[in-house]
């Protein structure tokens, strides 16, 4: 039984806010299908008393004094957007209110 | 008088500029026209920066004659991997979706080797957002092998270990999330460093895996890796797993021998699947490290066969997460026309990257949803942790690990681009001490009857990189692979 | 809705800005406003490769909220990255808490209508602020990265909360407490405070929750009410008829009053939390614990109490602890009088409040009167030296030429003529002048003694103590 359908590839896709065509779907299920299911040798790893290893290295959050440093320019914040307008990043409309957080 | 630079060592060259024997400006000149020459046929270099080149060396040239210091690497020309951000000069990760894209500010890492009086050359080819194995996955065409141009050179590094290997610069950075320095440091006959996890700052270096990148050095010998490792190593408070202590004396521990080291011989690293011509010289050369005085001691990782899959697990989880940030927005390629927010991210991501990119974000997507989080990332992250108590256990019994770096000596170009599964297990030797945060180098051990390089993997413990050079230093002095040089493509 | 066969359940998530000089994560000012884009740095605009490095005064000001509020604060937290896509997320994911936030448990304590409530909570974490998008006409709209990145703490209840009046009034405790913690302006104008409501009904007696609709865009205290008075009411509509409240979020439209359903997207919010791998744990340790505990001030709640004590009216008592200025204000003048908890109240509601702007002033340096004069002048007034009259007329040249109570006194002769002697000599000439007046007055017109003793002020110059003239006037008129 396939791990994964193109329909489901096709979900992904959409919440990874990623255009894929048809071909491409096709191929990825078939390519993560064979990836999923090599991964799967994990599963076999007795972990029930392993704490998952989050970081490579040893010590604490370190943290930073509250003091401001220097500012990209406007000229630097802006240079590289595709589209502006004045001083700010344009987009398509927005709805209000549909975003997270 | 500018020396010849094919084959030269960035350490000699330095010390040149150093005592006046020639010019960091003839220098510059020399490999520009290497690159102009020899570049078009391996496909190294995505942007030279020329004229930014002859002025930082002329700059040099003024302080030499003024008497004033130039800095440890004082006037020699290097390469940067195109994953290092570059204020004012075009970075690109090797995609398409950041092309254009002109940081505003500079890598911590390439910032210290200017620091050091490195001159910058320009940028180097990798596989797009250092996702491959073959530098075949670069938006912008693939790099060639100098030893064969028919073959890949490896990745993601790819662009790095083929200027380092044709001589079109003195030294380069790359970074390694799975193997991406030292794999293709083994497949094009140069040296490749993997420093311990949080060694050298990942500020300024674009993500691909945040826990498991690894900004390292390239360099024609031992001494000139290490020589470029000291500079760029070092705490960083821009990068939150910067490690606080300073850097090591690399330089100095690859001469000074390895008498007395124990080196652990891992037999799950010595298993089928390897290419008969790599395993005999690697077998050859721990037959030349035990005559060299050192101690071989069998030892085992009981984890490894785990490793690919955990790896791949977690890079790709992280990489989703690192490339959400790519949505014609702020910065990189956009879309031509978006009628909605959706799609605006649709098309502007479905357009700006490439294949491997697509796998990774769609795999990373899909084992980080809720529900299936505990049995993918959530279980790699606890295997990881067993894989890195392998490591620990092992270096309790020895002080250094050797091994292949690479199953197979370079492949041919499009020979596994079609299965992407069988590309992954070929790093059966790399993704492991990434996983521990150990630190590892790879290492010219011999070369197949075809003329291809082989490669030799040292791995050390935690913040053991002066064990690591050490042991390569020694065995590079008792060595003569290194001195080969290809053939300069015609 | 009391008398109601329905009982609502509410509770409340509150996003608070902390007022730090810089972002969570990057050096960019934090200050609200700003040209847009002019408070940026490659951290806060999620340019390629660069990572976050955590500021300490904003984990410092989490764990004294954490504390105010009785908070389990963890020992060892993590961040989390949170994922979706939203034009003013410049990463593609927030960088917030997960399964290990900073802070769990504790409440929030408030009096509403005199008694008083405690609302559990459920964490409090930190996380990032997005930017802000702005919508246009033109039909695109437009991203000010100035707000990402700003510190956040998300406060998250229970759902104790059973009235829209009780919500805008624990919103209203949140303010005052982070306000006395100094830790934010609880500014909801400028956003610094921000509400989301998780809103639900279900019959009385019933202990099984209903299904609960969430409101967003909740921006004043006067919408946090109207918004939940008005969900309560839709959802009581659906429910009478016989139909189901469907769990959704509805965005808040304050201008006309009503909400809407936000279109659910495609697939409902996967957000994909793994650990932040570019931030290990951070660890707050007990000599942080204990710092952080020893500078907390006195809290909202314990100085209503303790006012109360004092035997001061359940009103002023409110009104003196709202800013903690106030109160600190009333304090200082209370330890320079302190027989007269309510008379300082009186003069510092009714003279001091009515002449500050912002009673976030009233402890500076160069606030007209400080405690310790106005004690001063609340002692002059107790003691007779002043009438009330004349003690206003004082207060108001102390706040316009910057003196002391005494000073004025003291120079100008404006205290009360006490000294019987000198009163007398008044009152011997006002009643010799006025030989018709006194016959009449001792002929049985009781009325003329305000004439008498006008005239006796008018020779003072006011300064006369009326008892004493009233105490004269009768002998001599006797
Ligand atoms: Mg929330
Ligand atoms: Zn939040």
Same mark, same amino acid.
């Given at each position: 039984m396939p791990r994964i359908n193109s329909q489901e590839v096709r979900e992904i896709a959409a919440l990874a806010r990623l255009r894929l065509e048809e071909a491409e779907i096709t191929r990825l299920t078939h390519e993560l299908d064979d990836i999923l299911g090599y991964i799967e040798t994990v599963k076999g790893v007795d972990t029930a008393s392993v704490l998952p290893m989050t970081h490579a290295v040893p010590f604490d959050c370190p943290m930073r004094p509250d003091e401001p440093g220097q500012s990209l320019t406007l000229n630097e914040a802006l240079q590289n957007a595709p589209r502006r307008r004045e001083n700010m990043f344009e987009v398509p409309r927005i709805v209000p209110g549909t975003g997270g957080a | 008088m500018a020396p010849e630079v094919r084959g030269a060592s960035l350490v000699a060259l330095a010390e040149g500029v150093a005592a006046k024997k020639w010019k960091s400006r003839d220098l510059v000149e020399a490999y520009l026209d290497r690159i102009a020459r020899l570049d078009k046929k391996i496909g190294s270099f995505l942007l030279v920066d020329g004229e930014g080149a002859r002025r930082a060396a002329d700059a040099i040239d003024k302080k030499i004659v003024a008497g004033e210091a130039v800095g440890q690497l004082g006037g020699v020309p290097i390469g940067l991997k195109d994953i290092y951000v570059t204020r004012g000069l075009e970075t690109t990760a090797g995609s398409k979706i950041l092309k254009g894209f002109i940081p505003p500010y500079e890598s911590t890492a390439s910032a210290r080797l200017a620091a050091a009086g490195a001159i910058r050359l320009g940028k180097l080819n990798m596989d797009e957002f250092a996702m491959g194995s073959s530098n075949e996955n670069s938006a912008f065409g693939p790099v060639h092998n100098p030893w064969d141009l028919e073959r890949v050179p490896g990745g993601s590094s790819g662009g790095s270990a083929a200027a380092v290997a044709a001589s079109l610069c003195a030294g380069t950075l790359g970074t390694d999330t799975g193997g991406s320095i030292r794999q293709p440091a083994s497949l094009c006959g140069v040296v490749g460093v993997k420093p311990t996890y949080g060694r050298v700052s990942r500020y300024g270096v674009i993500a691909f895996a945040s826990s498991l990148d690894h900004p390292g050095p390239f360099g024609r010998t031992v001494e000139d890796a290490a020589a470029l490792l000291e500079v760029i190593a070092g705490h960083d408070p821009m990068d939150s797993t910067s490690i606080p202590q300073p850097a090591g004396r690399y330089r100095q521990a690859s001469k000074a021998g390895l008498t007395g080291l124990r080196l652990g011989v891992p037999k799950e690293y010595f298993q089928s699947g390897m290419d008969p011509e790599v395993e005999a010289a690697v077998r050859k050369a721990l037959d030349e490290l035990g005559r060299a005085g050192a101690t071989l001691v069998p030892v085992s990782l009981p984890h490894t066969q785990y490793a690919i899959a955990t790896y791949y697990l977690i890079c790709m989880a992280e990489a989703s997460s690192n490339l959400a940030r790519y949505d014609g927005v702020r910065y990189g390629h956009r879309t031509a026309e978006a009628g909605s927010l959706e799609e605006l991210y649709a098309k502007t991501r479905g357009e700006g990257f490439g294949a491997e990119p697509k796998r990774r974000i769609v795999l990373g997507t899909y084992v980080l949803r809720a529900g299936y989080y505990e049995a993918y990332y959530g279980k790699a992250l606890r295997v990881r942790r067993l894989i890195a108590n392998d490591f620990a256990a092992a270096f309790a019994q020895c002080d250094v690990l050797v091994t292949p /770096?690479?199953? /197979?000596p370079a492949f041919k170009l499009g020979e596994r681009a079609a299965d992407p599964l069988q590309m992954y297990l070929a790093d059966i030797y790399t993704v492991a001490p990434p996983l521990a945060g150990v630190p590892a180098l790879s290492q010219c051990c011999g070369f197949t009857k075809s003329g291809l390089p082989i490669g030799l993997q040292t791995i050390g413990p935690t913040l053991g990189e002066e064990t690591v050079f050490r042991l390569a230093g020694a065995y590079e002095a008792r060595t003569q692979w290194h001195q080969r040089l290809p053939e300069d493509p015609s | 809705m009391s008398g109601d066969k329905y009982e609502a359940v509410i509770g409340l998530e509150v996003h608070v800005q902390l007022a730090t000089h810089t972002k969570i994560f990057s050096i960019s000012s934090a200050a609200f406003g700003g040209e847009p884009n002019a408070h940026t740095d490659p951290v806060c605009l999620g340019l390629p490769g660069a990572l976050p490095v955590l500021n300490r005064e904003a984990v410092d000001a989490a764990v004294r909220l954490g504390l105010a509020v009785g908070s389990h604060v963890r020992p060892r937290c993590r961040f989390a990255r949170k994922h979706y896509f939203y034009p003013d997320l410049p990463k593609g994911f927030q960088i917030s808490q997960y399964d290990e936030p900073l802070c769990e448990g504790g409440a929030v304590t408030f009096r509403l209508d005199g008694e008083v409530r405690q609302i559990r909570l459920t964490r409090i974490h930190m996380e990032d602020d997005a930017g802000k998008n702005i919508h246009d006409a033109s039909g695109v709209s437009f991203v000010d990265y100035n707000r990402a990145g700003v510190p956040l703490c998300e406060i998250v209840s229970e759902p104790d909360l059973r009235s829209a009046d009780e919500a805008a009034e624990y919103l209203r405790a949140i303010r005052t407490l982070v306000r006395y913690l100094g830790i934010s302006d609880g500014n909801m104008e400028e956003g610094s405070l921000r509400c989301d409501a998780n809103v639900s009904i279900r019959p009385r007696g019933e202990s099984k929750l209903g299904t609960k609709a969430e409101l967003k865009n909740i921006n004043s205290f006067k919408n946090v009410r109207d918004a939940i008075e008005h969900e309560i009411a839709r959802q009581k509509v659906l429910l009478g008829r016989g139909e189901r409240v469907v769990q959704e979020t509805r965005l808040w439209d304050p201008d006309r009053g009503i909400s809407a359903s936000m279109r659910s997207k495609e697939e409902a919010h996967d957000y994909r939390y793994f650990p932040e791998p570019d931030l290990p744990p951070v660890v707050v340790d007990e000599a942080w614990l204990l710092r952080a505990g020893a500078a907390l001030p006195e809290l909202p709640e314990a100085r209503h109490a303790r006012f109360l004590g004092l035997g001061l009216s359940a009103q002023d008592a409110q009104v003196l602890v709202a800013e903690r200025p106030i109160g600190d204000y009333f304090d200082q003048a209370l330890a320079a009088a302190p027989a007269h908890p309510k008379k300082i109240a009186n003069w510092l509601i009714n003279e001091v409040l009515g002449r500050v702007d912002d009673a976030r002033k009233l402890m500076d340096q160069d606030v007209p009167v400080p405690p310790a004069a106005l004690a001063e002048l609340v002692e002059l007034v107790e003691k007779g030296t002043l009438s009330g009259k004349l003690g206003k007329e004082v207060f108001g040249r102390m706040w316009q030429q910057r003196r002391r109570a005494g000073d004025i006194v003291a120079a100008e002769s404006v205290s009360l003529v006490s000294d019987t002697s000198v009163i007398e000599a008044a009152c011997q000439r006002v009643v010799e002048r006025s030989p018709d007046e006194a016959a009449r007055f001792r002929g049985g017109n009781v009325k003329l003694m305000g004439f008498f003793v006008g005239n006796v002020m008018k020779e003072t110059g006011g300064k006369a103590n009326p008892k004493i003239v009233d105490e004269i006037l009768r002998k001599l008129l006797g």
């Open positions: - | /770096t690479s199953p /197979t | -």
